[in-house]
C-alpha cells in the first residue's frame, strides 16, 4: 500500500482520538455547569436538559467563546429532531464507505490527507449521535454580534478537508504530487 493512503488511514484514527478527546475536556472541564459550587457530571447534566442545549457560554477572547450546544440535526443545526438519527447515521457510514474507497484509490498524499480529515470528522460525530442522540458542539466564533453556528473539532476537519479535496481538484495536477 502506498505511504500517502497509510498516512490518510492513520489521520482518521488521529482525528477520531483528538475529536473524542477535545470533546470529554471541554464537557466534563471547561464547560461542565455548577450547581450551589458542585459539579454536575455530563450524564446528569444532558437527562436535566430535554433541550440539550447548554445554558453555559464562556468568553476566552475577543472572536471567540467556549459554548455548549448539542446538534441533533445536520450541519449548522438544520433537520434538528431526534428521530433522525437512524437516517443519519446511515448516511453518515455510507458517505464515510464511499470515502474510504477513494483514500484506498487515491494518488496523492494531498488528495489521501483530504479524504482522512473528511472521514475522521465524520466518524467523531457519528461516535456522539450513538452516545449522546446528537454531537457535541462548544467553539463558538464571532464578529460583533453575528455568531458563526457552534461546531467541534471533527467539524473543523470535515471543513478543512473538503476545501482541500477542491483544492486539490482546481489548482493541482495528478502528476504535481505523485509519490
Not at 470529554?24 to 442545549?53: D, F, K, M
Not at 494531498?110 to 454531537?135: K, P, Q, T, W
Amino acid at each position: 500500500m502506498k505511504l500517502s493512503r497509510i498516512l490518510g488511514l492513520g489521520l482518521i484514527l488521529d482525528i477520531i482520538i483528538l475529536d473524542q478527546l477535545s470533546k470529554w475536556w471541554v464537557t466534563e472541564y471547561i464547560l461542565r455547569p455548577v450547581t450551589a459550587g458542585q459539579s454536575v457530571p455530563l450524564g446528569q447534566w444532558l437527562a436535566n436538559a430535554p433541550e440539550r442545549v447548554g445554558p453555559v457560554s464562556i468568553p476566552v477572547f475577543p472572536g471567540f467563546n467556549w459554548a455548549m450546544v448539542w446538534n441533533e440535526g445536520v450541519s449548522f443545526g438544520m433537520m434538528q429532531n431526534p428521530d433522525n438519527i437512524w437516517p443519519l447515521v446511515g448516511l453518515t457510514v455510507a458517505i464515510c464507505a464511499v470515502l474510504l474507497y477513494c483514500l484506498l484509490k487515491s494518488e496523492t498524499i494531498f488528495e489521501s490527507l483530504s479524504y482522512g480529515m473528511i472521514i475522521g470528522g465524520a466518524l467523531g460525530n457519528l461516535i456522539d449521535r450513538f452516545r449522546f442522540g446528537g454531537v457535541a458542539d462548544f467553539l463558538d466564533v464571532y464578529v460583533g454580534t453575528y455568531h458563526w453556528p457552534a461546531f467541534n473539532v471533527a467539524d473543523a476537519c470535515i471543513s478543512i478537508g473538503v476545501v482541500l479535496l477542491l483544492i486539490q481538484g482546481i489548482f493541482m495536477s495528478k502528476k504535481d504530487e505523485k509519490n
